[in-house]
């Protein structure tokens, strides 16, 4: 079973920008839809964006505009760029194979504070 390692995360004022990578221990070009989800403090873990092996990609209205994910199939690797970050962006993020939607990884805390 694939394992993700997401990396990227810090602390950064609002209105700020990060990219986050996520890298699979195996192959990804297989796998259809991977996904970055974010967990809040006391909330429960929420989809924010997707992106298929075909190039398509889905957003939360919340992010949209603001996050762009992006995949990297040679490299197993998974990103998402953030701009424009908010105080509610502040999260833990994750990322998975959306279908399975499951074998989570410790996640990278992303911090907007200023």
């Known amino acids: 079973q694939v394992q993700f390692v997401e990396s990227g995360g810090g602390l950064v004022q609002p209105g700020g920008s990060l990219r986050l990578s996520c890298t699979a221990s195996?192959?990804?070009?297989?796998?259809?839809?991977i996904a970055w989800a974010r967990q809040a403090p006391g909330k429960q873990r929420e989809f924010i964006a997707r992106?298929?092996?075909?190039?398509?990609?889905l957003y939360i209205e919340s992010v949209k505009g603001r996050f762009t994910i992006s995949r990297d199939d040679a490299n197993n690797t998974l990103y998402l760029q953030m701009n424009n970050l908010k105080p509610e962006d502040t999260a833990t993020y994750y990322c998975?194979?959306?279908?399975?939607?499951?074998?989570w990884g410790q996640g990278t805390q992303v911090t907007v504070s200023s």
């Open positions: 998975t194979e959306y279908n399975s939607w499951t074998n």
């Open positions: 992106a298929s092996k075909y190039g398509s990609t």
């Open positions: 195996t192959g990804i070009s297989s796998i259809d839809l």
